[in-house]
């Protein structure tokens, strides 16, 4: 049974029909294992490929790591040079890297499928509680609610404009961040990608969880999580989990980093919340959608999108 560790490790094991899946024999097998371990988005990344063909795994491997270098290189608010940043130091991007386009495209429509409640323009909410909580001696919640109106306008995914050529803001300091949805884009690019090489029975975990196949032809993935109730593990068969609470990263008690977006400060409706979806980018989308979202706003969900599974806590 497999465990998340939320925004910690982030891993991909994988295994090919071609090579019988034994979990005691094939990971003691060492001529069959290639592994690599880096940084991915700001976190710590570990991927381990099995395969009969060691070489075949190897070049795989490499193919995976190129593919995370060059996503990071877009997405990543913590490279200063990526697209990402870029576009926030001039609120301009011309002749945009398509995956750019690609998931901005997909975040503006889960934004309007949410009424608002994921939106990637949240950062200045975010270094505004960062540049709070920094002081030590803020002490005063009345400042901060202060500090939050002076930026609260700024945060509307209709302040983005989006287009093949350019991405553009509506406004000067508007500010995005995809860290609400880049771990499961990201993760399921590298599954397609294990997908085209022939891979059949795969667990990807780059942040979220996506899979191809089952544990092997008996029976699915178990993915046990410490953010269910009453639930021993989902199973995971082509399909993905992600999760999503205030435990991520905490300034105190009460604020952390999952905004409600008409307060403008930390969504506190929920502890935690997993959602299960066909896709990676879905589940990490709507799993934040959720968490900072009223109970009577979730219910809109289930009709737009039917084939996802939400678990609350």
């Known amino acids: 049974m497999s465990k998340i560790t939320r925004r910690k490790f982030l891993n991909i094991t994988a295994m090919s029909l071609a090579l019988p899946f034994y979990s005691n024999s094939l990971f003691a097998n060492t001529q069959n294992k290639i592994t690599w371990e880096g940084v991915a988005l700001g976190n710590q990344a570990n991927m381990t490929l099995f395969h009969k063909d060691i070489t075949f ?179 995971l068969n082509n399909s993905a989990i992600a999760s999503s609470g205030g435990y991520g990263t905490k300034f105190d008690e009460n604020h952390h980093h999952l905004f409600d977006t008409k307060t403008g400060t930390s969504a506190n409706y929920l502890n935690s919340v997993t959602v299960k979806a066909p896709n990676a980018t879905l589940a990490d989308a709507l799993s934040t959608a959720v968490f900072v979202m009223p109970e009577i706003e979730r219910k809109k969900l289930e009709s737009i999108y039917p084939n996802i599974e939400i678990y609350t806590s």
């Open 57 to 235: 795994a190897k070049n795989t491997l490499n193919i995976c790591i190129s593919e995370i270098v060059r996503l990071e290189k877009i997405f990543s608010l913590f490279n200063e040079t990526s697209f990402i940043s870029e576009l926030n130091k001039t609120s301009y991007l011309k002749n945009p890297p398509k995956e750019l386009v690609e998931i901005l495209n997909f975040a503006n429509t889960i934004s309007e499928n949410t009424n608002g409640a994921f939106d990637i323009s949240v950062q200045p909410l975010w270094i505004t509680h960062a540049n709070f909580f920094r002081n030590k001696n803020n002490k005063d919640i009345n400042k901060l609610k202060e500090e939050i109106q002076k930026v609260k306008q700024l945060v509307s995914y209709k302040n983005i404009s989006i287009s093949n050529n350019e991405i553009s803001f509506k406004q000067k300091g508007v500010k995005i961040t995809l860290n609400g949805i880049a771990q499961g884009y990201l993760t399921d690019k590298i599954t397609n990608i294990l997908k085209e090489k022939g891979f059949t029975n795969i667990l990807i975990n780059l942040g979220e969880f996506n899979s191809i196949g089952g544990y092997d032809e008996n029976r699915d993935w178990n993915i046990a999580t410490p953010y269910l109730d009453n639930i021993e593990y989902l199973k």
